[in-house]
């Protein structure tokens, strides 16, 4: 759909091929691709598991579990009264205090990071080009769970 898009993850290939056995089909479309530079940042959130492999540049993590209180529905995280919600994590570096109990994880190129569904995390690029491909480790597709279960079971097999 975007050419831009394909022709960067067509460039990478080399980097991210073959898939880890635990990765959806290239045909499910569960591709995540991130291109950050110098503290490019995603403040702390949640969601179902994914995987990420960083393929050039490093890439900081934060991490919490998910026993981590909510603020709201869709809210930051809220840890001993304090609540998290800086969008910019890269200020976790120098500027403010990380949130008690959270761990620090900096990935390499050819480092994968496995994130379990619900984990608090938060990102921040460490240098001008970090760039990572993954997916998500369960169908994210419309309808397609319900799809599974909808459908008829296999048939025995020959014997």
């Known amino acids: 759909k975007d050419g831009g898009t394909r022709a960067a993850v ?14 959806a089909a290239a045909d499910e479309q569960h591709a995540i691709i991130a291109m950050d530079g110098v503290g490019a940042s995603v403040g702390f959130h949640r969601h179902a598991a994914v995987w990420q492999t960083q393929v050039t540049g490093r890439k900081a993590w934060w991490l919490m579990p998910p026993q981590v209180t909510q603020v709201g529905r869709y809210g930051p995280p809220r840890v001993e009264g304090q609540v998290y919600d800086h969008r910019n994590a890269c200020e976790y570096m120098f500027r403010r205090p990380l949130p008690p109990g959270a761990e620090l994880c900096i990935l390499g190129p050819g480092e994968t990071m496995l994130l379990p569904q619900d984990w608090w995390h938060a990102t921040c690029g ?31 097999p020959a014997s």
């Open 126 to 156: 460490l240098d001008e080009v970090a760039v990572s491909a993954g997916g998500w480790l369960q169908d994210q597709r419309a309808g397609a769970v319900k799809e599974k279960l909808m459908a008829p079971p296999p048939p025995p």
């Open 10 to 23: 067509e460039a990478m290939r080399p980097d991210i091929e073959p898939l880890p056995a635990f990765a």
